[in-house]
Each structure stands twice: as structure tokens, then as C-alpha cells.
């Protein structure tokens, strides 16, 4: 689904770049080029981090303090978690 994304913003651009040369480039389009642009940089951003996996702290079950997300146990109470 996200690699769909991806090819999907690609070749939109591709499209994009290859209408603008067909049809001579004027500012209106340089515009509309930049915003593609940003929108796949945005969606390439998303999908890298999806891929990575959302990290967040780490809330303890037990105290409730946040911790790093890999921490082994819980700086504020000393309660080992579960992997
Ligand atoms: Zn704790």
C-alpha cells in the first residue's frame, strides 16, 4: 500500500515534468511543479517514517512516566518491561 503511494506521487511528477517540457514551463506551472513536489516529499517523509515505525515514548504500566521507547525498565519506578 505504501510502496503503491510512492509510485503513484512518482509517476504523477514524472507526468507532471514531461507535460511541463512538452508544453514549455511558465510560472503558473513552475507553481503547480513546486506543490507536487512538496506533497511527494511529504508522502516519501510519511511512508519512511511508517516504515521505521511510529516511535514514541514509552509509558510505564506501572508509575506512568514515559520512557525511551527500547528502554529495558522504567527510570522512574525500576519496573522491567516486557519485550
Ligand atoms: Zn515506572
Known sequence: MKIVLGAVVL???AL???LAVQEGIDTRDAVTLVLIL???ALAFAA???ARLGAVGPNRCP???GLNSPHAPYCKHCG???ED
Open 11 to 13: 509517476l504523477g511528477l
Open 16 to 18: 507532471t515534468l514531461a
Open 38 to 40: 512538496g506533497c511527494g
Open 47 to 49: 511512508i519512511r517514517k
Open 62 to 64: 506501572g508509575c506512568s
Open 79 to 81: 519496573l522491567r518491561f
